[in-house]
Each structure stands twice: as structure tokens, then as C-alpha cells.
């Protein structure tokens, strides 16, 4: 019995205690000019679908859920996100070079397809960023006709 | 005694959680054996500058060659070396000896290039094959730009990707396709002669 209570003693210390370790909070007030959506004329649909279903890792604000300010779902969640934004970043789209937009939107078009993206794990909570059936073929439409412009 | 090795322990979990989700990105090197990779790039000698340009896209295109066998062979691990050597001859491919505007293009190609390398190095064989379409297109370019000493033939699938078609660049003129390898490996033809 007393060995249990000092498990749950520590576990709880250790709990509190990784609530203190800072985490980079992606957010930011600021949309740069070399935003995807000044740069390019997106439709208002497909705007709002990239907002809710992608900028919330490929871009440098995230709207972020309650339980962000808890640990260990914190690191998850920042880890996520600088790995989405590495990949790629909707806010940067005008500092990318032709050929570089152009690999971009084959990726994006080929992991809607694929439904690779928005990832699972995602979707698994944000119910409201799941492509449908019709959202992905006018998504796709789009980059493909983004990507023949280039 | 016993409490004090359990707490122990539930500690070191703990820490082990905190130092995975701290996630480190080793690589895990692969310990493989020389793939055999049988086409080469021929290193040339022609006058000191033009030959330190040349030598330089000679290493990252046998590196790229070694990738196209390896995706012929149906050989993931193989392409994720080669990804990841590629990845290391592109960072250090100078551009200086370059025109001006040419120097803009490399740039572009190198950077575009070495993202597409870094995801072979770690995707499995079907993504390997997007970014290698991809990367393929850089290469040529490249070449355009840089020439290279080295008899290519640049092939063409006209099924790749939903039949939106790729190439690719060899140094035989037979084909073998790196897209679909066992599963359809003569499908394609020679577009273009490169020397």
C-alpha cells in the first residue's frame, strides 16, 4: 500500500512538474505579404477549407486547442508543428522559387489524394477539418490549376 | 528499500518520456553493404575550372544513378542511402563559378533538389518514387546548365503519376524503369541523347 502511494506521489510530482517546462507557442499576429492567399486568387471555399484543415501546422499561427496548455499533449503538438511547417508554410509562399512552388503543390495535390493529409491524428479531433469527398476534388482542381500556371 | 527502487523506476520512466518527446532525429545509419549499383559516372579531365565544376554534378549524378537502380530494383533501403548521400553532395555544390543568372537557377535547383534527396532518405519506396519524378526534372536541368561529361539517355514513362508521365536519366539506352521497377519495367522510351 505505501509503496503504491509513493508511485502516485511521484508520478504526480513528475506531472506538475513538466507543466513548467516552457513550449514555443506558434502564433503570430502578423499575415506576411508573402502569404499563399495574397499571392495567389484562391477561391473563398477553398481559402476557408485551408484555413480550418492545414494552416494550423503550415503556417506561423496556429489556433490552438485547450488542452495545448497541458503536458506532455504540448510537445506532441510542437512537435507537429515545426515539423508541418519545415515541410511547408502557407505564409512563406511568395519567398518560394517557381520550381520550389511547383514541387510543393505536387506534394499537396498528391497527399490529398493519398488522403495523407490533414494527418489522422488531426482529424481525430478536429472533426470540422476533414476533406469530403467533393472539398478534396475542388482542392485538388485548384492546385492543379495553380501548379499548369506556374 | 523496495519503495525506493520502485520510485526509482516510475522516475526514470518519466525522464525516458520526457527525453523521447524531446524526440531525438538520429538517423539510424544503415549498415548495408555497398549496393551494387552498376552504372557509374565517368569523372572527366578537361581544364582545371571547367573539371572542379564538372566534378562536382559527376558525384551527385552517380549518386543519382545509384538511386535510379535501386528504385529499378525495387530497393527502398538502397534509395534511402543514396537519398541521403545525395543530400550531402548537394549542400556543398558551389555556384560561384557560374553566370549570374544562371547562378539563380542552380541555387533554385540545389535547394529543391536537396529537399526532394532528404525525402528519400527517409520515405517509404512509393513516396521515394514521387520526390525521385521530381528530382529527376531537377537533374536535367541541372545538367543543362552545368553539361557533364557523361553519355545520358533521359527516358520517359508516359503512365507515372496518373499518366501526367516522368523521366528520368540514364547511362544505358535500355530501358528499366525506376517507377514501377518489377512491376513494369520496360514501360517507357529514350526522349533525348545527353552527348
Same mark, same amino acid.
Given at each position: 500500500?505505501?509503496?503504491?502511494?509513493?508511485?502516485?506521489?511521484?508520478?504526480?510530482?513528475?506531472?506538475? /512538474?513538466?507543466?513548467?517546462?516552457?513550449?514555443?507557442?506558434?502564433?503570430?499576429?502578423?499575415?506576411?505579404?508573402?502569404?499563399?492567399?495574397?499571392?495567389?486568387?484562391?477561391?473563398?471555399?477553398?481559402?476557408?477549407?485551408?484555413?480550418?484543415?492545414?494552416?494550423?501546422?503550415?503556417?506561423?499561427?496556429?489556433?490552438?486547442?485547450?488542452?495545448?496548455?497541458?503536458?506532455?499533449?504540448?510537445?506532441?503538438?510542437?512537435?507537429?508543428?515545426?515539423? /508541418?511547417?519545415?515541410?511547408?508554410?502557407?505564409?512563406?509562399? /511568395?519567398?518560394?522559387?517557381?520550381?520550389?512552388?511547383?514541387?510543393?503543390?505536387?506534394?499537396?495535390?498528391?497527399?490529398?489524394?493519398?488522403?495523407?493529409?490533414?494527418?489522422?491524428?488531426?482529424?481525430?479531433?478536429? /472533426?470540422?477539418?476533414?476533406?469530403?469527398?467533393?472539398?478534396?476534388?475542388?482542392?485538388?482542381?485548384?492546385?492543379?490549376?495553380?501548379?499548369?500556371?506556374? | 528499500?523496495?519503495?525506493?527502487?520502485?520510485?526509482?523506476?516510475?522516475? @526514470?520512466?518519466?525522464?525516458?518520456?520526457?527525453?523521447?518527446?524531446?524526440?531525438?532525429?538520429?538517423?539510424?545509419?544503415?549498415?548495408?553493404?555497398?549496393?551494387? @549499383?552498376?552504372?557509374?559516372?565517368?569523372?572527366?579531365?578537361?581544364?582545371?575550372?571547367?573539371?572542379?565544376?564538372?566534378?562536382?554534378?559527376?558525384?551527385?549524378?552517380?549518386?543519382?544513378?545509384?538511386?535510379?537502380? @535501386?528504385?529499378?530494383?525495387?530497393?527502398?533501403?538502397?534509395?534511402?542511402?543514396?537519398?541521403?548521400?545525395?543530400?550531402?553532395?548537394?549542400?556543398?555544390?558551389?555556384?560561384?563559378?557560374?553566370?549570374?543568372?544562371?547562378?539563380?537557377?542552380?541555387?533554385?535547383?540545389?535547394?529543391?533538389?536537396?529537399?526532394? @534527396?532528404?525525402?528519400?532518405?527517409?520515405?517509404?519506396?512509393?513516396?521515394?518514387?514521387?520526390?525521385?519524378?521530381?528530382?529527376?526534372?531537377?537533374?536535367?536541368?541541372?545538367?543543362?546548365?552545368?553539361?557533364?561529361?557523361?553519355?545520358?539517355?533521359?527516358?520517359?514513362?508516359?503512365?507515372?503519376?496518373?499518366?501526367?508521365?516522368?523521366?528520368?536519366?540514364?547511362?544505358?539506352?535500355?530501358?528499366?524503369?525506376?517507377?514501377?521497377?518489377?512491376?513494369?519495367?520496360?514501360?517507357?522510351?529514350?526522349?533525348?541523347?545527353?552527348?
Amino acid at each position: 500500500m505505501k509503496t503504491i502511494k509513493i508511485i502516485a506521489l511521484v508520478f504526480l510530482v513528475v506531472l506538475v /512538474g513538466i507543466q513548467f517546462v516552457p513550449t514555443n507557442r506558434n502564433q503570430s499576429e502578423v499575415v506576411p505579404k508573402s502569404d499563399f492567399m495574397l499571392v495567389n486568387n484562391v477561391p473563398k471555399d477553398v481559402q476557408d477549407k485551408l484555413k480550418v484543415s492545414c494552416y494550423d501546422c503550415h503556417s506561423n499561427n496556429t489556433a490552438y486547442p485547450w488542452y495545448n496548455k497541458i503536458q506532455p499533449a504540448a510537445w506532441f503538438l510542437e512537435d507537429h508543428i515545426k515539423e /508541418g511547417k519545415d515541410e511547408l508554410n502557407f505564409n512563406e509562399w /511568395g519567398e518560394y522559387s517557381d520550381r520550389r512552388k511547383n514541387s510543393k503543390l505536387r506534394s499537396i495535390i498528391s497527399q490529398i489524394e493519398d488522403d495523407e493529409m490533414p494527418l489522422d491524428s488531426y482529424t481525430f479531433i478536429h /472533426g470540422d477539418a476533414k476533406l469530403s469527398k467533393e472539398e478534396k476534388t475542388e482542392m485538388i482542381q485548384y492546385m492543379t490549376q495553380l501548379k499548369n500556371s506556374l | 528499500m523496495k519503495t525506493v527502487k520502485v520510485s526509482l523506476g516510475v522516475m @526514470a520512466m518519466a525522464f525516458a518520456v520526457i527525453s523521447t518527446s524531446c524526440k531525438n532525429n538520429e538517423k539510424n545509419s544503415n549498415t548495408t553493404i555497398e549496393d551494387a @549499383a552498376t552504372e557509374r559516372a565517368v569523372p572527366m579531365e578537361e581544364n582545371r575550372m571547367e573539371s572542379s565544376n564538372a566534378a562536382q554534378t559527376d558525384a551527385s549524378l552517380t549518386t543519382y544513378l545509384e538511386l535510379k537502380n @535501386a528504385l529499378v530494383n525495387d530497393d527502398q533501403e538502397a534509395a534511402a542511402k543514396a537519398g541521403e548521400k545525395m543530400v550531402g553532395q548537394l549542400k556543398t555544390f558551389k555556384t560561384e563559378n557560374y553566370e549570374q543568372n544562371d547562378q539563380q537557377e542552380l541555387q533554385d535547383i540545389i535547394e529543391d533538389a536537396t529537399e526532394h @534527396a532528404e525525402h528519400i532518405a527517409e520515405s517509404p519506396i512509393g513516396h521515394q518514387r514521387e520526390h525521385f519524378d521530381i528530382l529527376s526534372k531537377d537533374m536535367i536541368d541541372l545538367i543543362d546548365i552545368v553539361g557533364t561529361s557523361q553519355k545520358l539517355y533521359q527516358a520517359y514513362c508516359p503512365m507515372y503519376n496518373n499518366n501526367k508521365g516522368a523521366q528520368w536519366l540514364s547511362v544505358t539506352k535500355e530501358i528499366k524503369n525506376p517507377y514501377y521497377g518489377s512491376k513494369m519495367m520496360d514501360c517507357g522510351e529514350v526522349q533525348r541523347e545527353i552527348n
